[in-house]
């Protein structure tokens, strides 16, 4: 069974730049949507951007003007443009996937979409 192989993760000072990237392996990029969540211990996973396979993107408030989603479907592998970071932002990003009922686990709303397959993760550390 493929995965999703999330890489970019580090430490940048406030106002730096990061770019994340995940490689989806085995045929799990999905054909619906494609998302970035972000988590840090004692919160919920939350959405921070989105995109569809047509193209369409989503963004949380929190990020919208600062983060750019982006997709290469051929490569299977999604981005994650983070401009302008913030201390706010330091957290594990997880790439996630719509996958058929069934086939995920620990499934969360958004964007329109519910994401159930995800990948290990990749932690930035924004300092002040």
């Known amino acids: 069974q493929g995965q999703l192989v999330e890489s970019g993760g580090g430490s940048v000072e406030s106002g730096g730049s990061l770019r994340l990237a995940c490689v989806a392996t085995?045929?799990?990029?999905?054909?619906?949507?494609m998302a970035w969540f972000r988590q840090v211990p004692g919160k919920e996973r939350e959405g921070v951007a989105r995109?569809?396979?047509?193209?369409?993107?989503y963004y949380d408030n929190t990020v919208g003007g600062r983060f750019t989603i982006s997709q290469d479907a051929s490569k299977s592998t999604l981005y994650l443009q983070m401009d302008d970071l913030k201390p706010d932002d330091t957290a594990t990003y997880y790439c996630?996937?719509?996958?058929?009922?069934?086939?995920?686990?620990?499934?969360?709303?958004?964007?329109?979409?519910?994401?159930?397959?995800w990948g290990q993760g990749t932690h930035i550390t924004v300092s002040a």
């Open positions: 085995g045929n799990t990029y999905s054909e619906y949507s």
């Open positions: 996630a996937a719509v996958r058929k009922p069934g086939d995920g686990r620990g499934p969360v709303f958004f964007g329109g979409w519910l994401y159930n397959g």
């Open positions: 995109i569809n396979a047509d193209g369409d993107t």
